[in-house]
């Protein structure tokens, strides 16, 4: 019988819900693709609830418990004497979120010797050294699919909230003014601008999709082209390089994964290549961006707007600069992780266990690492190599 270490964000400040704001989630059967959504033989839990946090367990306590296994769900996740740190000498599989990654480490997957599977309930998987999974010959999934829509919803929200200058004029009505002169000195229409993704992807083409009808001049970047019927439809302008798009775009979002080809794109010289006053938008990885040179651009004038939902390290430490920049539109990272979308991960995280368990064949689509190389979409999306260097300054978070 098998230990599962799962490592989930806390519970809500108030305690756990006993009641929701709606009293059900729409139901998705298939991605735009074609793809269809998680298929495990059952589920334990009611579509719509708060999956994501201790107390949700992403829903599988019955179901390991009923076969045998051992379920750990900790939030404890950082510091040599973590939780997470603990257990990992047993552990046969580590399942842990974007949102609140267990960092798997080289010198953790060494802790580990048991270990056989890792597994994010989510997408993304760069919380892991995949080098030394490869190394090791673990294995490494993620449920692709399950939340990129919801975080193409988060990328145009977020569009929308900078260039319009949403945040402060919100900040002014719960100060009690009326400041309407100070609310729309930075304040834009979104019509006509040139918005440019880097990447192409699921997340990435739904951001285009949904930005279409705004009637804005639409770009792309992305090594594997799109085909010609969606770039005609879209009156797609693509891109080779990232240096190509910036310079064209009013606007530019980040929907790439993060690995060592990608770590740090931007920064101070790739910024330069900016319009003066372009915004920024990065629901992909914090570690795609220099932290400093975001906030030198910020401060200069060279960016307009920063906004995102992804940090380096999860969660960022108090003092993170990110925080306290000028003209951001930071939140903790919940793009991929509404109510509808933990629905799906969870149900993909149980669908990945009932593979593994029962010696079937996990989906292509889910696989990152295999057998010791790069496989399904890992080999696909991501390159080989590390790309958790520093995530230890996740210990230095604090509860506040």
Not at 54 to 70: A, D, F, I, Q
Not at 96 to 104: D, E, N, R, T
Not at 161 to 166: E, F, G, I, M
Not at 181 to 186: L, W
């Given at each position: ?6 490592v ?24 735009p693709?074609?793809?269809t ?22 829903g599988?306590?019955?179901y ?7 379920l ?16 990992l ?24 010797p ?11 998987s ?35 909230s ?26 834009y229409?979104?019509e ?7 990447a ?31 770039e ?10 990232v ?34 006053g372009?915004y920024l ?34 969660p960022?430490?108090q ?55 790069l ?26």
């Amino acid at each position: 019988m098998a230990k599962i270490v799962c490592v989930l964000y806390d519970d809500p400040v108030t305690g756990y819900p006993k009641s929701y704001a709606r009293d059900d989630i729409p139901k998705i059967t298939k991605y735009p693709d074609g793809q269809t959504t998680p298929t495990p033989h059952a589920i334990d839990f009611i579509p719509g609830q708060l999956l994501g946090s201790v107390s949700g367990e992403l829903g599988l306590r019955k179901y390991l418990e009923s076969n045998g296994h051992t379920l750990v769900v900790t939030s404890d996740k950082d510091g040599a004497n973590s939780k997470l740190d603990q257990e990992l000498p047993d552990a046969e599989i580590v399942i842990s979120q974007p949102f609140w990654p267990a960092y798997m480490t080289a010198e953790r997957i060494a802790k580990a010797p048991k270990l056989k599977m890792i597994v994010t309930a989510g997408i993304g998987s760069d919380h892991t050294d995949l080098q030394a999974a490869m190394d090791r010959g673990i294995t490494v999934a993620e449920v692709t699919y399950c939340n990129s829509n919801s975080v193409a919803e988060h990328v145009v929200m977020m569009i929308l909230s900078q260039v319009r200058n949403y945040i402060p004029s919100y900040n002014w009505v719960i100060k009690g003014g009326w400041n309407i002169a100070d609310c729309v000195s930075r304040s834009y229409d979104l019509e006509g601008m040139h918005i440019g993704t880097v990447a192409a992807g699921r997340i990435g083409l739904r951001v285009l999709r949904l930005l279409k009808p705004y009637d804005v001049h639409l770009h792309y970047m992305d090594r594997h082209k799109l085909p010609d019927a969606v770039e005609k439809e879209l009156n797609l302008t693509h891109h080779t390089t990232v240096e190509s798009l910036t310079k064209a775009c009013d606007v530019v979002t980040l929907n790439c994964p993060l690995h060592p080809e990608t770590e740090h794109m931007i920064n101070d010289t790739s910024l330069k290549n900016f319009k003066r006053g372009a915004y920024l938008i990065n629901t992909a990885r914090g570690k795609l961006c220099d932290r400093d040179a975001i906030v030198r651009a910020l401060e200069s004038g060279q960016l307009a707007g920063y906004a995102g939902d992804v940090w380096f390290p999860q969660p960022p430490p108090q003092d993170h600069p990110w925080r306290t920049m000028p003209h951001h539109g930071m939140t903790p990272h919940i793009s991929g992780t509404s109510l509808s979308a933990q629905t799906r991960y969870a149900a993909g995280t149980r669908e990945i266990l009932e593979c593994y368990f029962e010696n079937k064949p996990i989906r292509d689509e889910y696989l990152i690492v295999q057998g010791g190389k790069l496989a399904g979409v890992g080999a696909h999306s991501y390159s080989a190599g590390n790309a958790t260097g520093g995530s230890e300054e996740a210990a230095k978070f604090k509860k506040v």
